[in-house]
């Protein structure tokens, strides 16, 4: 069965599409940690300096590999090399492992509005109430496979009516949202301007190599890359759509959304804390434990409390959406069958590979996996092992095997190329050495030997 391929309707539609993937859960807790831990305003402008270089390389490289072959990731590698279709593989397995976790989350998320919306932030808030309920069997399963079925059926609904769509209103009101969380709290709570200012004045004092890595990993998962997703997203993209430029629009709605996230929880959790910097501490901790604290301590607290996990959830689901067309995308190009039954067989896929990620905190809490518990080594295997994998295995086919100058005629079909010396230059030797730096350290943090 041969269908034709689906597409974005214009520009505006598949940079929010592509935004709305970029964004995800870790713009709202893992960006503001990294930029406290890592002296605030000095982070943010690292940060900004490596999404315009190293970041941008890959983006452009991954959309453009997309739109040249029409294919998604197994399809587009083979097409263009039958020796590095292993690298296509590679990449379709990562959205696979990420997909069933992440929505784990997103029940969690999903959970959460409803316990805010229902009048039970004050419970929300209590120290125990986050591992008590992922601690249950019954409960946490039935919000996962909620979220799931809501992102299945947006994803159904096809690239246009479904992913394109929910994605231009949806984005739009994700930034309404936390803007207004954000003033509300600045409003309420105080010392949360001390907590501006520490966030955005520079410390010039916590400039190290380490700042630079933990930068490069932030931007490299935060920006859907050596995931499938943006080669998926360039073979819906259209030949008359810039992608040089469609690419800075995707890395300002994403950095800008990650810097927006710090604003509203590092002064918040400041001003709560008293200014100490351990109650920023990373993982679900400070989003699940710390922030309902915060909500409850303000006025209004319920009602902020959902707005803020509202946010989070349209964060979640942009994410999961694009997590989940990638992997339909693929399978429709590799069986030839309809979208419909792809997408049925993959919610199937995804509720069964969920389950044990879920049990892992209750049922299933004794398993663990070279010592981490089954959500936190899928996370690991696919983020800190697959990813700069494939990264690395796609700059050297393309700075050595294919040749930069095939993506960027590719790309000067729309548009004169304006940055095609530094993308040459970036993607032969800039970017690999970032990746294996990545590479080393989200290894050696895994195990203990260094921190980030």
Request: charged share 10%; net charge positive.
């Amino acid at each position: 069965m041969n269908e034709k391929r689906s597409s974005f309707t214009g520009k505006i539609g598949f940079v929010l599409a592509a935004a709305g993937s970029a964004v995800g859960l870790g713009n709202i807790w893992r960006f503001p940690y990294l930029a406290a831990k890592y002296g605030g305003g000095i982070f943010l402008l690292v940060y900004l300096a490596l999404a315009v270089t190293f970041g941008f390389t890959l983006m452009v490289a991954e959309i453009t590999i997309g739109r040249k072959t029409g294919l998604s990731a197994i399809g587009a590698f083979k097409k263009l090399d039958r020796r590095f279709g292993f690298v296509g593989v590679l990449a379709a397995i990562v959205p696979a492992i990420i997909l069933p976790y992440y929505s784990v989350i997103g029940g969690w998320v999903t959970k959460y509005i409803f316990g805010f919306v229902s009048g039970s932030g004050s419970a929300m808030a209590q120290d125990t109430y986050f591992s008590n309920y992922i601690g249950t069997t019954g409960e946490p399963l039935l919000w996962f496979a909620l979220f799931v079925g809501i992102t299945a059926i947006i994803v159904f609904c096809g690239v246009e009516k479904g992913v394109e769509k929910v994605s231009k209103w949806m984005m739009p009101l994700l930034v309404v949202l936390i803007i207004f969380v954000i003033v509300y709290t600045l409003v309420t709570l105080d010392g949360a301007w001390e907590g501006v200012l520490y966030y955005i004045k520079p410390d010039f004092s916590k400039l190290t190599g380490m700042t630079f890595v933990a930068a490069m990993g932030q931007l490299f998962y935060s920006m859907s890359l050596a995931m499938g997703i943006m080669i998926t997203f360039g073979s819906y993209t259209k030949k008359d759509i810039s992608i040089e430029k469609s690419t800075h629009q995707i890395e300002i709605f994403d950095t800008g959304i990650a810097f927006l996230s710090g604003l509203l929880i590092v002064p918040a959790v400041f001003a709560f804390s008293g200014g100490d910097e351990s109650a920023l501490g990373q993982g679900p901790g400070l989003m699940f434990v710390t922030l309902p604290k915060i909500f409850e301590s303000m006025p209004g607290g319920s009602f902020i409390g959902a707005a803020f996990f509202i946010m989070v959830f349209f964060a979640a689901l942009t994410s999961a959406i694009s997590l989940m067309e990638t992997v339909v995308s693929i399978l429709c190009d590799k069986l030839h069958i309809g979208r419909k039954p792809c997408c049925l067989i993959i919610l199937c896929g995804v509720l069964l590979l969920g389950i044990p990620s879920s049990l892992g905190y209750s049922a299933w809490s004794g398993v663990t996996i070279i010592g981490m518990q089954i959500l936190d080594f899928f996370d690991f295997i696919s983020n800190s092992v697959l990813m700069p994998m494939v990264a690395l295995l796609t700059c050297i086919f393309i700075g050595y095997f294919l040749k930069p100058q095939s993506l960027i005629d590719e790309i000067e079909e729309t548009a004169p190329f304006k940055q095609k010396k530094f993308f040459s230059l970036a993607i032969r030797y800039i970017a690999p050495v970032c990746i294996l730096l990545i590479l080393i350290s989200s290894v050696l943090s895994a195990f203990g030997v260094i921190k980030i």
